[in-house]
């Protein structure tokens, strides 16, 4: 016996907008010849049912859905408004059954997320679908989960609000002797207070991540395993990227990239402060990551192929002599952007070489960064919404970097 | 060219540490038949290397292992004191190249971690090794790393003290009125100011988790996907589990079950606190919790059968007529406790049925629990190390549970 009513009902996602999501994925599915899909990575399971339980959601090219629930049934019930049998389940073996139960055919081409899908499972499915062919249906899902609806939109907005108030907060909070640990410290009190949900969802395997980073001088130069251009050095080698324990000091960059969650949706923003003032090499370069994103904003637009962003900015930081600094250094990453949504790094991936054409309802994170090794990194980091008529651009916070103290 | 030296040496695994381990792994893999064993997961590339890059490290079950990185190169060099050769990689197709460049066999019985290992990877692999039967090797590493060293001990007993530190702030900041979100807030504001990682790591496919739960009266009768008793309804219907936003009031349990996360090492700890008084059916829960704890403090010795223990709890919670109650309601689990090191949720399992025996240098969290759905839940939890003579107590801070304000 739960709790009759967990949330608000306003907070939970609309059972037209769950219909219209799983009807989209079930017209791909047929695109692909495929009889159904199998879904159970927690962030597809909340994009199709609304919640994340420990379940399998069965969706048929045809027909309707099917939850089974190992645990917790009731919590599905009632913070899920999808309208589809939830039934409880032990063990895998069972699917088969209730996938005939519910007069549904055997699908003989399944999808599964084979991106996540860990291969002790996959095993036991070979196991229990005998005909079954197993097909990557990870680009389908990812590439329906790129274009927003407008309640996505709606959320997405919500969270970069609260990220503007982190932000501001940010000003209050900082001075010179602080160590950068202690103010995300106070700053992540903040975002939560402010209802930031703390866990970020980063798809794939070994995906660490803990609210972004904060460094300050020759930290903001350093990287890690994650595949972005600057990740700081972290407080211990276990957990080697984020803020350390480094005295934050006058005259040097400050780089805040952090990343706001809220409802489920995610933005991301980054900010290079400084209280007195930074070389000019440094200062140069930030009005150039500046120029970059003033350019991608007036260039973006529907059926643009996603690789132009990347050209752009490339072309710019080349323009002013930056390219051995551009997006990381020693190690650059050969992307500009983004998308992002429930997950970090979701797709479009604003990268070299990519033709995908940029589409409607498409939202993204532009990054131009500019790495020093040695010295210090700096860069800028906005969200954005793209429009029939172009990139809206989420935060009110302004792009600048002085902090007078 | 990245900065020499990341972290203080102290902060470094030592060298011998690192080779004792990856020396007991080469005798397992004997033991198993194992040519070598292929490891990619953070976790278990931290406990192998001392820190976490992306990268393959290859244990052959004879001679010197070689770690081939993606991404980045010079951190493993600097963070990693383990004295073998480390060389840049970019396709996994390279991997049997630098197997056969370094004078090793090519492996005819390869280990892999399959709970964690995605499909997409798995599916490449069978294309590289073609002559390679592959095996499951998580159970043989977890088993080695369910054994904590004297160092990872000290490790473990310095996170112990922090979390004493976490919960001692609890008592300054906690006032009726505050919500539970702004609560846990202030409280991992401190915890990061005392050195808390934030990143908590948990083994095995969508394990989300984001430090735990501070729950108050009905929301901790709640549970959620989690294999554990109460896990909290959360703010939002997308990341179910948590602290909420409901109001902290006087006379109902105040459930506090934190995790901390110190150099990589985690300790588990549980209290329920109270503003006023308590209902006396849950006081006398909360008092068969700590008949639990003792009862199991002076059982536990090495070479006893994990499941005793659980056996141990169920039969003081019958003997109190608190069997529905015991460990969550109405979805039990079938366990009183869970060995913690790296991770959350390591070996062993002190669960219903398990005979493997208790052995020394084991680490784990044991926390009776009483759920009344519709009411409240409330419970203890500490983490023992398991000596020769028995269990070690690590936290200080009382397990008692009146607040006087």
Chains 1, 2 share one sequence.
Do not use: W
């Amino acid at each position: 016996m739960q709790i009759n009513k967990n949330f608000n009902d306003n907070l939970l996602t609309p059972k037209a907008e769950l219909q219209k999501r799983i009807e989209k994925l079930q017209l791909e599915l047929r695109q692909y010849d495929l009889d159904g899909a199998l879904i159970i990575q927690s962030t597809d399971l909340v994009y199709f049912t609304g919640t994340y339980q420990n379940a399998h959601l069965y969706i048929p090219v045809e027909g309707r859905p099917i939850i089974m629930v190992r645990r917790n049934i009731d919590r599905m019930k009632t913070d899920s408004k999808l309208d589809v049998p939830i039934i409880p389940f032990k063990s895998m073996s069972e699917i088969i059954h209730f996938i005939k139960q519910h007069n549904l055919p055997l699908p003989k081409r399944l999808g599964l997320e084979m991106d996540v899908l860990p291969v002790s499972s996959f095993l036991r499915y070979q196991k229990i679908f005998l005909d079954t062919e197993f097909f990557d249906c990870t680009h389908i899902i990812r590439k329906l989960r790129a274009i927003k609806s407008s309640f996505e939109i709606s959320r997405i907005k919500e969270t970069s609000k609260m990220m503007d108030k982190i932000f501001r907060s940010l000003f209050e909070i900082i001075r010179p002797g602080l160590s950068e640990f202690d103010l995300v410290g106070e700053i992540e009190s903040v975002a939560r207070r402010e209802g930031h949900q703390g866990l970020i969802r980063v798809r794939g395997f070994n995906a660490e991540f803990y609210f972004g980073q904060l460094l300050t001088g020759v930290n903001s130069a350093i990287t890690s395993y994650f595949d972005g251009p600057i990740n700081g050095v972290g407080l211990y080698p276990e957990v080697p990227f984020g803020p350390g324990g480094k005295i934050i000091q006058r005259n040097e960059p400050i780089l805040f990239d952090y990343v706001g969650a809220k409802s489920g949706y995610i933005t991301d923003m980054t900010r290079t402060f400084v209280i007195g003032s930074i070389d000019s090499k440094l200062d140069k370069s930030y009005q150039v990551a500046k120029e970059i994103q003033q350019a991608i904003i007036q260039e973006a637009k529907p059926g643009l192929p996603a690789k132009m962003l990347y050209d752009l900015a490339y072309k710019i930081a080349k323009k002013y002599n930056l390219i051995d600094h551009f997006m990381g250094a020693p190690y650059p990453v050969s992307f500009i952007g983004h998308g992002i949504g429930l997950e970090l790094n979701e797709l479009p991936v604003l990268a070299k070489g990519i033709e995908e054409p940029l589409q409607e309802g498409m939202v993204f994170a532009i990054e131009p960064k500019f790495v020093f090794p040695g010295i210090a990194g700096v860069g800028l980091e906005n969200t954005f919404i793209l429009n029939k008529s172009g990139l809206e651009k989420l935060s009110s916070f302004p792009d600048d970097k002085i902090i007078n103290i």
